[in-house]
């Protein structure tokens, strides 16, 4: 019999449950993560399973709940440090980029933590609880990222980030939380390796590199597109975005020689930009076109379904670029 | 488990002077007004956000309208007086302080019309000459820029106190001990509400800090700090008002803890299933503000029953002509999203592919 | 008020009718003298065209995409005043491209028009370079670099007439058909235009004109003396088993495709002579295309047997009289003369002893046939004993580009080579 379906969600949910268990050093905290199961319920039942010691509830205390998780960290527990919604990292920005991140090369400390939180837009949060901050996070070396778009990697990546032995940044979209459901083979240990993007799709035509809810918008303009255009899209789902996945993307870039990087993030300083930068140094001469950016629109998230809808990429705008971009 | 007691003692509700904490009986109506326009008021926001017409999420105050109104009602108001900072849970504040009805309609409906052209949610907006300013979502950041605004009016010796409102949860946050230390320091002429209302989100006290009360934290600033019955809207009036006078005099920063209780969820979608069994209820039955208030006024004869039927249809009335008037708005036109991110350039580009 | 007139240029002689790419400017808009107007795109080249005089843009009557004749009204400007001064007046905008050759502009052309080309960068023809920067892209310059393909040759497909991938891909497959260039052995320039110098002609002398395919094989020649190191090594193969397997078989087999299957079956052991040069890398070759040099009336053309070592004797020996024929009656596909990787030239049949062929670039080794004839020769018997015989002989030489190819590299590939044809298995037969 074929396992269940489960989402974006759940997956997430039973990879953290299967690292508990697997590994009695890995305990979670973070702001209603315990009895409460978590503001979106990613750790519910968790306090019950593995007891409020293992699963604490904090204090709204983000700079606290990562500097506490670091020094844990370095006695060698694995702690999974939840972000209520991701938008609040920004409290834990000192603790995160001065002293998580530089931790090992300045003082040779090993700081396995795991940051982890609701990113995104789509949902109508407004401007606090929409935003996606790889950006700051991505401009500091010493922190991996990584950004699952499938129920497989939600868990691949989070048992894969527990077992890293660096600080992981580990954003998971509430757009897809729900939205996206998978099989996933019981009793299989899934493991995504971080580092490695995914392709998505393949195709010849146009390369689209993405991450997060945009992977989504992409497919579906590429569904479109072939449809209505015969046009061949490929979708690179980076996954990890720092280190990124040169060779994948090269790859890719190598074979279609035109590139549309879509993210949801703004467009100013947002990884486009770094992504565009590298295409252009390691594989300049296989461009068939300029590589152009879909992001969103450089003001903070708005609230109003109009004005939201307006600010984030679209699938529609996917489409109009890529096809503009494959006339070129 | 859980160790939160169940229904938890409130003061006790002392013997009421003849003309209650100095209020005149029109001022006692008006303050009912306040309260019974609060609670009616999300009452309607409640059904609009279930017949879709609210986005995003809903956040009520029930049970926490007496010092709300309250703390609002003590200071100065009119053009560039006084300033607070309501948090989600003081909407009650921000009608004291002049917001109208429709305006908060249009805000959580994200109209175009509305105070941020549907660029914020709820009660973040602002109206400085009137003295209100929204806070954000970041719990504790308004301490310093409330201390700020404060640190202004020392400047220009004008006799005006900012108030900014903090929640239980919200005290554990860093800005919230960097703001009151500075504002101490600084004798500003500024207040804090600290909302003792027993749930953030949905941790207890006990899980949130280690004190008994939130006045133990300011008093650890130097600041002097008071626990009142928040939800006798008579004590917090008095309260706010004797902080408000000692800072306008002058003589620095008044903590205030009022103790209350969150009778609804953190947001329309918490169903609440970490709160003791019976709790939401007793304090409901035995220490709603508004019927408190209300006792109080028949008591002293401040009120009849038909002034307060009164009022209550008033509302009413204004309540759905507020929201006739700006239900069926538009929502903001996309691509007034991009003006104002600065002064100058006067708004963000316009991407290419929206070109196309 | 002067109305004057904007024409569809003629940017060549050959050239019948061009594309307007793009419209620069709008009607209504303001233009100052040769400010570029619009582009456009023919068969030859792309570029942008200048408003012959100052004013205003009346009236647009070529949309964007339309292709046009020569001479065509385009658009009208409005000036301010009559457009005196110009001695020919409007049409002087018919001079206004030139001609892709310096030495082709008229002499007489007001020198106050100015071809296509961007007045404020200073003025002038829109240099080759700055084409190529507005109309391709880095890859389409790589795969124009690697086939030695002008790029403003060709129509684009793509935003403001650029050229696509798809474009140039096309283009290459069309070549036979649609470009004589592409009929015998690409030019490469790399060190820019090859000059042929000047001769002065005695009285009496015939001067013929190069045709296409003359000049592109000198320009390719010269331009492969100049860029490979070439050496050469001779060896003397003895072909009598190789005769007399051919007077055995069923079907005519050509002691060529005897040597071609021989060089097929021993470039695998040796990649570097199945190789290319590219900058400062050498390209091995994953497939062994061999190429035959065909001598036509016309010129000379070097057909490939694709998968040459995945072919018997007898396939490559039909390839080899198939891909002749073809070539001797215009029939060859584009595919069929591209991507070789090791060409074989056979003037034996003319009787030439040995040659030193020169390599067909981007390869790296040519092998040359020489006359194969029954010659005395000393052999040892197997008592040890030497005597002379008669023997059917020839030479094989091979140029060899000494940058990546060390001459014991050639040599050992050459040795295996005569080896097998001298010890020819017959199950390879």
């Known amino acids: 019999m074929a396992p269940p379906e489960i989402t974006f969600l759940e997956a997430l949910r039973q990879g953290l449950w299967e690292e508990m268990e697997r590994d009695e050093s890995v305990f979670i905290l973070g702001e209603d993560v315990g009895l409460y199961g978590g503001a979106f319920k990613v750790t519910d039942g968790f306090a019950k399973r593995f007891g409020e010691a293992r699963v604490i509830d904090t204090p709204i205390s983000e700079a606290a709940i990562v500097g506490a998780a670091a020094g844990a960290a370095h006695m060698g527990m694995r702690p999974v440090a939840e972000m209520q919604f991701i938008d609040f990292i920004s409290c834990a920005y000192d603790m995160l980029t001065n002293y998580v991140a530089t931790a090992r090369y300045r003082a040779g400390l090993s700081t396995p933590i795991v940051v982890r939180g609701p990113c995104g837009g789509y949902v109508r949060g407004g401007p606090f609880h929409s935003q996606n901050p790889e950006a700051a996070f991505f401009h500091t070396p010493g922190l991996k990222i990584v950004y699952p778009s499938t129920a497989r990697d939600a868990k691949g990546l989070i048992k894969s980030s527990i077992r890293d032995p660096d600080p992981v940044l580990y954003l998971e979209h509430k757009w897809l939380y729900r939205r996206i459901k998978e099989q996933l083979p019981e009793g299989e240990e899934v493991l995504t390796p971080i580092g490695e993007a995914r392709l998505a799709r393949e195709g010849k035509d146009l390369s689209i590199v993405t991450y997060g809810a945009t992977v989504w918008k992409s497919l579906e303009a590429a569904q479109l597109l072939e449809k209505e255009d015969q046009l061949s899209v490929e979708v690179l789902d980076l996954r990890t975005l720092l280190p990124l996945d040169d060779a994948a993307i090269m790859r890719s870039v190598q074979k279609t020689n035109k590139v549309l990087i879509v993210h949801e993030d703004t467009r100013t300083g947002g990884l486009a930009g770094e992504i565009t930068a590298r295409i252009n140094e390691q594989a300049f001469e296989f461009l068939d076109g300029p590589i152009m950016r879909v992001t969103a629109h450089d003001v903070p998230l708005p609230y109003a379904p109009t004005l939201e809808d307006f600010v984030l990429p679209q699938t529609e705008d996917i489409v109009k670029a890529a096809r503009w971009l494959a006339n070129y | ?356 | 008020m002067a109305r004057v007139d904007v024409l569809m240029p003629q940017m060549g002689e050959s050239i019948a009718e061009g594309t307007l790419s793009k419209w620069l400017k709008k009607v209504g808009d303001a233009v100052k003298r040769d400010e570029p107007l619009f582009e456009i795109s023919t068969d030859k080249v792309d570029a942008e065209i200048p408003a012959p005089a100052a004013g205003v843009l009346a009236e647009i009557k070529v949309q964007e995409g339309q292709t046009v004749p020569v001479q065509t009204l385009v658009a009208v400007l409005e000036t301010e005043k009559a457009a005196a001064g110009r001695p020919d007046g409007p049409t002087a905008v018919q001079a206004t491209p030139a001609a892709p050759t310096p030495a082709a502009r008229p002499s007489d052309r007001p020198a106050d028009v100015r071809p296509s080309g961007r007045p404020a960068d200073g003025g002038g023809v829109a240099t080759a370079e700055q084409r190529l920067r507005t109309k391709s892209t880095p890859l389409v310059r790589k795969i124009a670099a690697e086939h030695q393909v002008d790029i403003s040759r060709i129509p684009g497909s793509g935003f403001a007439g650029r050229v696509t991938k798809q474009d140039i891909l096309g283009y290459i497959e069309r070549a036979p058909a649609d470009a004589p260039a592409h009929r015998a052995p690409p030019t490469a320039h790399p060190g820019g235009a090859i000059e042929h110098p000047a001769v002065e002609p005695w009285p009496g002398d015939r001067v013929e004109p190069w045709s296409k395919i003359r000049k592109i094989t000198a320009d390719h020649m010269i331009q492969s003396r100049r860029t490979s190191a070439h050496v050469a090594s001779f060896f003397e193969v003895d072909y009598t088993r190789v005769a007399q397997l051919r007077a055995k078989a069923k079907e005519k087999v050509t002691f060529l495709a005897f040597i071609a299957k021989a060089c097929a079956e021993n470039l695998r052991k040796h990649p570097v002579v199945n190789a290319a040069v590219s900058g400062d890398r050498t390209i091995y070759r994953a497939d062994i295309n061999i190429g035959i040099a065909v001598a036509l009336d016309w010129g000379l053309i070097v057909p490939v047997i694709k998968h040459a070592d995945e072919l018997s004797l007898t396939g490559i020996a039909r390839a080899i009289a198939d891909l002749g024929e073809r070539a001797r009656t215009k029939k060859l596909s584009p595919d069929d003369i591209q991507r070789g990787t090791f060409t074989i030239t056979n003037p034996g049949g003319f009787g030439p002893y040995a040659g030193i062929p020169i390599i067909n670039q981007p390869q790296v080794a040519i092998l040359g046939v020489g006359a194969i004839e029954k010659r005395p020769k000393v052999v040892t018997l197997p008592d040890g004993s030497d005597t002379i015989a008669v023997r059917t002989m020839g030479m094989l030489t091979m140029s060899y580009d000494h940058r990546v190819v060390d001459g014991a590299d050639a040599d050992k590939f050459l040795a295996d080579v005569k080896t097998m044809l001298q010890e020819f298995p017959e199950g390879a037969a």
């Open chain 2, 1 to 356: 488990m859980n160790a939160v007691p169940a229904t938890r003692p409130t003061p006790a509700i002392g013997t009421a002077p003849a003309t209650a904490a100095g209020l005149s009986r029109d001022q006692a109506l008006d303050i009912y007004y306040y309260l019974r326009l609060t609670r009616t008021l999300e009452e309607r926001l409640v059904a609009l956000y279930r017949q879709t017409k609210v986005i995003g999420g809903l956040y009520r105050s029930l049970g926490q309208e007496g010092e709300s109104v309250a703390t609002a009602y003590a200071l100065e108001r009119g053009r560039n007086k006084d300033i607070l900072s309501p948090l989600i849970r003081n909407l009650g504040s921000l009608l004291v302080m002049g917001a109208k009805p429709v305006e908060i309609l249009r805000q959580y409906m994200a109209k175009a019309n509305s105070p941020t052209r549907g660029r914020e949610q709820n009660v973040h907006f602002n109206d400085l000459e009137k003295g209100y300013l929204g806070q954000i979502s970041h719990l504790g950041d308004m301490i310093p820029v409330m201390a700020g605004i404060a640190l202004t009016f020392k400047l220009r010796r004008e006799p005006r106190v900012g108030l900014v409102y903090i929640g239980d949860g919200g005290t554990s946050t860093g800005s919230f001990h960097e703001g009151l230390n500075f504002a101490a320091v600084q004798r500003l002429p500024m207040i804090i509400i600290g909302e003792y209302n027993h749930w953030a989100y949905s941790t207890p006290p006990e899980k949130q800090f280690a004190v008994k009360d939130l006045a133990e934290k300011a008093k650890g600033y130097g600041i002097p700090a008071v626990t009142v019955d928040g939800n006798d809207v008579f004590a917090v009036y008095e309260a706010t008002k004797f902080a408000a006078e000692r800072a306008r005099r002058g003589k620095g920063v008044h903590f205030i803890e009022v103790k209350t209780y969150r009778r609804k969820g953190h947001a329309e979608h918490d169903d609440q299933h970490y709160v003791p069994a019976g709790e939401i209820d007793r304090w409901a039955a035995e220490n709603d503000p508004v019927d408190r208030y209300v006792a109080r006024l028949q008591e002293q004869g401040m009120a009849a029953p038909d002034d307060l039927t009164d009022i209550d249809d008033r509302i009413r009335v204004e309540v759905d002509q507020a929201t006739d008037a700006c239900v069926d708005e538009p929502l903001p036109e996309g691509e007034s999203a991009l003006p104002d991110v600065y002064v100058d350039p006067p708004a963000a580009d316009k991407l290419w592919f929206r070109t196309l």
